[in-house]
C-alpha cells in the first residue's frame, strides 16, 4: 500500500479528512522550502501537495504565477525540488508528498529519470495540472512500476464517462477543481461540490480530495463533510508572499491559517 | 531523410487525438477537455457540411475580399539576380493580413455552437484586430489578450481594437508578449467555458485548434496553386514563408505538401542571431517539449523553464511552433531557417522601394530569406513568397529603428 493510500484510509478509519496544503517550491526562497513543510506537518497536513514552478503556470492565478517567478528567480529546478523532498525525508517518513507542476520540466528531464529521481527522493504522487489520462500512455506505466500514484484531476465540466476513465488511471486519489478557474479565484458554490462530489464516489471507489476556493476554516468543514480531504493553496501561498522577509512571523502566520481548519475538520469526526 | 507524402497519409493527420507523429495532442487542464472534445466533434461534423462551408466562403469572398491576387515583382526579381519572384498579398485581405481569414472561420464555429462571448491572444494586434472585426460583424462580445510589451510596440492596432469594441487586457506576467498573452488567454477560457469561444490566432493550442486553423489558411495555398498554374503554368519551385505560430506558413504549405517538387522555407525570427539566444527560432534551435497544450520545437533551457524571446516584429516573438511544422521538419519535407531583426528590416525596406509593397515586419523575414534564396536559384524557376500582411502597424517600429521621430 502506499504512503497516500494508508494515510488516507488511516484517517477515514478514524472518520477523519485529510488536510492538505499547497505550496510551491523554493518560494519564497530554496532554503526555506524543507522547514516549510515541517511547518505544514506540525500545523496539521496529512499530506502535502509541493507545487513544481514553471515559467507558464496557465491554470493558475496571480498568487501562484507569483509564487513560480519568486521561485525560479532563485532558479529551482525540478531537481533541486527533488533534493528538497530527499532533505524533508531525513526527518519525516511519515508524510506523504504529491508533487504538483506542469509537463515540460519532466518532459525536459526525461520521464524514466525523473520517475526514477522522484522515487529514490521519496516522493509518493504526482499530479501533472496539463497531463490528461489520454496523453498519459507513455509516463503513467514508468509512475505505476515505481509505485508513484498517479493523480488526475476532475473538474465540474468531466462527463460521466471521463470520471469512470480518469478515475481507473488514477491512484492514491483523484482531485476534484471545485469550480470553472484558475486557482486562487473565488467562486466555490459547497452545495454544487457536494452534489457533484457524492456523484463522483459513486463511480470511483477512490478517496475524492477537493481544491480551489477552500481559504478558511468554515469552508474546510464545509467541504470536508462532503469528501475525503480538502486541498488548500493560494491562502497559504499569499501568507508566504506577505511575510516572506520574516520567517519566524511566516511560520506562525501559516500555523494561524492551517490550525483552525485542522481543528474545523476533526470537529467533523464528532 | 524526406518522404513521400500522399494524399492518404496527409487524411490521417493528425490522428483522432491530434497527434502529427509525436507532435500536437491535448495538454490541458481537465476543465478544458470538454469543450475541446465538443468543438473538435462540431468542427469535424461542420468540416463536411455544405452549408457551413459556403456561409465560410461566401465571407472570404464578399467581406475579405478572396482570392488575393498572385502578383509577379518583376523589379524585386531583376534585384534578386535569379528565380522568379511572385508575391501572395495576403496583405491586401480586410485588415491587413492572412489572420481574418482563420477568424472568419472561428468566429462562423462560434456561431454554430451558440456562444456569445469571444476571446483572443494576439502579438503583433493583427490577429486581435481581425478578432475584433469579425465580433463586431456579428456583434458578439469580444476580449483580447495581449503582452503588455505588445501594448506599447503596436499601440496603432490596440486603438483600431479598441474602436471596434473591444476590450483589449494589457497582460504584465512572465514576459509580457505573446505567450504570456495566451496563457491569460486560457485562463479567461477556463474560467468562462460556459459561454466563450477561444479564438486561437496560429495553428498552436490544443487540438483540434492546429487542425481547424489549418484547414481555415489553407485557403491561401488552394488560391496559390491555381493561380500558378494559370499565370505561370506551372507550380512554384520554391515556397517561402515566415513563422511564428506558423499559421500563413501552414496555409500556404498545406495544398502543396504532396507537390514533391515544390521547396518549402519557413523563415523564423533569428533576432539578433542564433548564437545570441536572443531570438524566436525554436525549429531552428528548440527542442521538443509541452508548451500551451501541444507537443512541439520550444525554446526552453535545461530545466524546461520556457525561454524569454526576442524579435522586432511582435507577431514572431513567440517561443513554440505549429505542432505540425514540427513533424514537416522531422521527416524533412519542409525546411525551416532564419533571419535577423537587421536583414528582415532591409527585406522590409527593399520591398517597399522596389515593388511600393509595404510589409509587416514578419513578412519581411519571409522577403529577406526569398531574396537570397532566389539569388541562388536559376532564372527559369518560381518563388512564391507569402506577404502575410501589409506594414502599416509596423510604421511606429521601423521609424524608431531607423532613429526618426515622427
Ligand atoms: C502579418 C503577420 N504575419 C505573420 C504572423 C505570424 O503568425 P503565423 O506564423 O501564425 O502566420 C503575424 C502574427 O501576428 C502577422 O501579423
Redo the contacts with the bound molecule.
Keep these: 500500500m502506499s504512503r497516500i493510500t494508508g494515510v488516507l484510509q488511516a484517517l477515514k478509519d478514524q472518520g477523519r479528512k485529510a488536510l492538505i496544503p499547497f505550496i510551491t517550491a523554493g518560494d519564497p526562497a530554496p532554503d526555506q522550502t524543507v522547514a516549510l513543510m515541517h511547518t505544514l506537518v506540525d500545523a496539521g497536513a496529512d499530506i502535502i501537495e509541493l507545487g513544481v514552478p514553471f515559467s507558464d503556470p496557465m491554470a493558475d492565478g496571480p498568487v501562484i504565477q507569483l509564487a513560480c517567478e519568486r521561485a525560479l528567480v532563485h532558479g529551482t529546478s525540478l531537481r533541486q525540488v527533488l533534493g528538497m523532498v530527499r532533505t524533508f525525508r531525513e526527518t519525516d517518513d511519515r508524510t506523504p508528498v504529491v508533487l504538483m507542476g506542469y509537463l515540460n520540466p519532466m518532459e525536459a528531464m526525461g520521464y524514466g529519470a525523473f520517475a526514477d529521481l522522484a522515487k529514490a527522493s521519496g516522493v509518493d504522487g504526482i499530479l501533472t495540472v496539463d497531463l490528461p489520462p489520454e496523453e498519459a500512455d507513455e509516463v503513467a506505466p514508468l509512475f505505476t512500476a515505481r509505485e508513484l500514484d498517479a493523480i488526475f484531476l476532475l473538474s465540474p465540466t468531466t462527463t460521466d464517462d471521463r470520471i469512470r476513465a480518469i478515475s481507473e488511471h488514477s491512484s492514491g486519489y483523484v482531485y476534484y477543481v471545485s469550480f470553472k478557474g484558475v486557482t486562487g479565484a473565488q467562486g466555490i458554490n459547497v452545495a454544487e461540490v457536494a452534489e457533484k462530489v457524492q456523484h463522483i464516489h459513486e463511480l470511483t471507489a477512490l478517496p475524492v480530495a477537493v481544491g480551489f476556493g477552500i481559504r478558511d476554516a468554515k469552508t474546510a468543514a464545509d467541504v470536508g463533510k462532503v469528501s475525503d480531504g480538502v486541498i488548500v493553496g493560494s491562502v497559504l501561498v499569499d501568507t508566504i508572499a506577505n511575510n516572506q522577509d520574516n520567517p519566524e512571523q511566516l511560520k506562525k502566520a501559516l500555523t494561524d491559517l492551517l490550525h483552525p481548519m485542522r481543528e474545523a475538520l476533526d470537529g467533523l469526526a464528532s | 531523410m524526406s518522404i513521400k507524402l500522399t494524399d492518404d497519409m496527409l487524411s490521417m493527420l493528425p490522428d483522432t487525438r491530434g497527434h502529427f507523429g509525436a507532435y500536437g495532442g491535448r495538454f490541458v487542464s481537465e476543465t478544458l477537455m470538454d469543450s475541446l472534445m465538443t468543438l473538435e466533434r462540431e468542427y469535424l461534423r461542420l468540416k463536411k457540411d455544405p452549408e457551413f462551408q459556403a456561409q465560410f466562403d461566401k465571407d472570404l469572398a464578399d467581406y475579405v475580399g478572396r482570392p488575393s491576387p498572385l502578383y509577379f515583382a518583376e523589379r524585386l526579381t531583376k534585384k534578386a539576380g535569379g528565380a522568379q519572384i511572385w508575391l501572395k498579398r495576403e496583405d491586401l485581405n480586410h485588415t491587413g493580413?492572412?489572420?481574418v481569414n482563420n477568424t472568419i472561420g472561428q468566429a462562423l464555429l462560434a456561431s454554430f455552437l451558440g456562444k456569445t462571448r469571444i476571446i483572443a491572444e494576439t502579438?503583433?494586434g493583427?490577429?486581435g484586430v481581425a478578432t475584433a472585426t469579425v465580433c463586431a460583424r456579428l456583434g458578439l462580445e469580444c476580449h483580447i489578450f495581449m503582452g503588455a510589451e505588445d501594448v506599447q510596440r503596436q499601440s496603432l492596432n490596440v486603438y483600431r481594437m479598441k474602436l471596434l469594441g473591444a476590450e483589449v487586457h494589457s497582460v504584465t506576467g512572465g514576459t509580457r508578449t505573446l505567450k504570456d498573452a495566451m496563457n491569460d488567454a486560457m485562463r479567461d477560457w477556463v474560467t468562462n467555458v460556459d459561454d466563450t469561444f477561444y479564438i486561437i490566432g496560429?495553428?498552436a493550442g490544443p487540438h483540434p485548434y492546429p487542425l481547424l486553423v489549418r484547414d481555415f489558411q489553407s485557403v491561401i495555398g488552394r488560391e496559390t496553386r491555381e493561380q500558378s498554374l494559370r499565370q505561370a503554368g506551372k507550380l512554384p519551385d520554391a515556397l517561402v514563408a515566415?513563422?511564428?505560430?506558423?499559421?500563413?506558413?501552414i496555409g500556404m504549405f498545406y495544398p502543396f505538401l504532396t507537390d514533391e517538387s515544390v521547396e518549402l522555407y519557413g523563415v523564423e525570427a533569428g533576432g539578433l542571431g542564433i548564437d545570441t539566444g536572443k531570438h524566436a527560432a525554436p525549429l531552428s534551435a528548440g527542442r521538443p517539449g509541452v508548451l500551451h497544450g501541444n507537443r512541439t520545437y520550444l525554446m526552453e533551457d535545461e530545466n524546461g523553464q520556457i525561454s524569454g524571446t526576442h524579435s522586432v516584429s511582435a507577431?514572431?516573438d513567440y517561443p513554440g511552433v505549429g505542432p505540425e511544422h514540427s513533424w514537416l521538419k522531422d521527416i524533412g519535407r519542409a525546411h525551416y531557417v532564419s533571419v535577423t531583426d537587421d536583414e528582415a528590416m532591409a527585406g522590409f525596406h527593399l520591398l517597399t522601394r522596389t515593388e511600393g509593397i509595404m510589409p509587416?515586419l514578419?513578412?519581411a523575414h519571409a522577403v529577406s530569406y526569398a531574396m537570397k534564396l532566389a539569388a541562388e536559384m536559376d532564372k527559369d524557376k518560381m518563388i512564391v513568397i507569402n506577404i502575410?500582411?501589409r506594414g502599416d502597424k509596423d510604421i511606429n517600429t521601423v521609424a524608431q529603428l531607423d532613429g526618426i521621430k515622427l
Excluded at chain 2, 242 to 249: E, F, H, I, Q
Aim: aromatic share 0%.
Design positions: 493580413a492572412h489572420k502579438g503583433a493583427q490577429h496560429t495553428v515566415c513563422v511564428g505560430g506558423g499559421s500563413n506558413a507577431g514572431l509587416a514578419e513578412t502575410s500582411g
